[in-house]
T-cell receptor
Framework: GAGVSQTPSNKVTEKGKYVELRCDPI?????LYWYRQSLGQGPEFLIY????????DSGLPNDRFFAVRPEGSVSTLKIQRTERGDSAVYLC????????????FGEGSRLTVL | GEDVEQSLFLSVREGDSSVINCTYT??????LYWYKQEPGAGLQLLTY?????DMKQDQRLTVLLNKKDKHLSLRIADTQTGDSAIYFC???????????FGKGTRLHILP
């Protein structure tokens, strides 16, 4: 597609529920990143994929968070047993893997846990 | 560990120069970036510098890198109202290509 697409743009859920957030990267981009941005903060690194595999998942806060990219394109971030502290904007970015490593960001999925 | 620090706010008069500063901790950083986030929009790359350079100029933007002190700055000449945004400093950590962002500096333009 023309840009990075994230769905849903807005998700309100109740504490304890399961949530999936989807990212459709720019076609042909091999690298895909997930970040979390809370109000007034910078993007906090969660995980990054090179192709289908997670190259670095050191930013995932705990085992309630999991992400997949089974075919090396679309990725899904999965959050189990959501907590109020999970409320944030979840940003996805993709990169062609070129020398400069420029990231192209989607507009984010705003998650609110009540 | 990796950490990127920047001041949170900067107010500048229209037409003056803005200087946004950033420090980082990881000496293995290969690229350093400035991203811009306008209200209601996603982050966009503004400019970048490779770690073996000490200066890069791109129209109204000048990036200075002091690798010894791990200090990066972004200068915007002739600041305009359209420059009002949050500016994020970011570093690419060489060993695994992870990109780490600072908390962002909100640039406010005074008339």
């Amino acid at each position: 597609g023309a840009g990075v697409s994230q769905t849903p743009s807005n998700k309100v859920t109740e504490k304890g529920k399961y949530v999936e957030l989807r990212c459709d990267p720019i076609s042909g981009h091999t690298a895909l990143y997930w970040y979390r941005q809370s109000l007034g903060q910078g993007p906090e690194f969660l995980i990054y994929f090179q192709g289908t595999g997670a190259a670095d998942d050191s930013g995932l806060p705990n085992d309630r968070f999991f992400a997949v990219r089974p075919e090396g394109s679309v990725s899904t971030l999965k959050i189990q047993r959501t907590e109020r502290g999970d409320s944030a904007v979840y940003l996805c970015a993709s990169s062609s893997g070129g020398a400069t490593g420029e990231l192209f960001f989607g507009e984010g999925s705003r998650l609110t846990v009540l | 560990g990796e950490d990127v620090e920047q001041s949170l706010f900067l107010s500048v008069r229209e037409g003056d120069s803005s200087v946004i500063n950033c420090t980082y901790t990881d000496s293995s950083s290969t690229y350093l970036y400035w991203y811009k986030q306008e209200p209601g929009a996603g982050l966009q790359l503004l400019t970048y510098i490779f770690s073996n350079m000490d200066m890069k100029q791109d129209q109204r933007l000048t990036v200075l890198l002091n690798k010894k002190d791990k200090h990066l700055s972004l200068r915007i000449a002739d600041t305009q109202t359209g420059d009002s945004a949050i500016y994020f400093c970011a570093e690419r950590v060489n060993r695994d290509d992870k990109i780490i962002f600072g908390k962002g500096t909100r640039l406010h333009i005074l008339p």
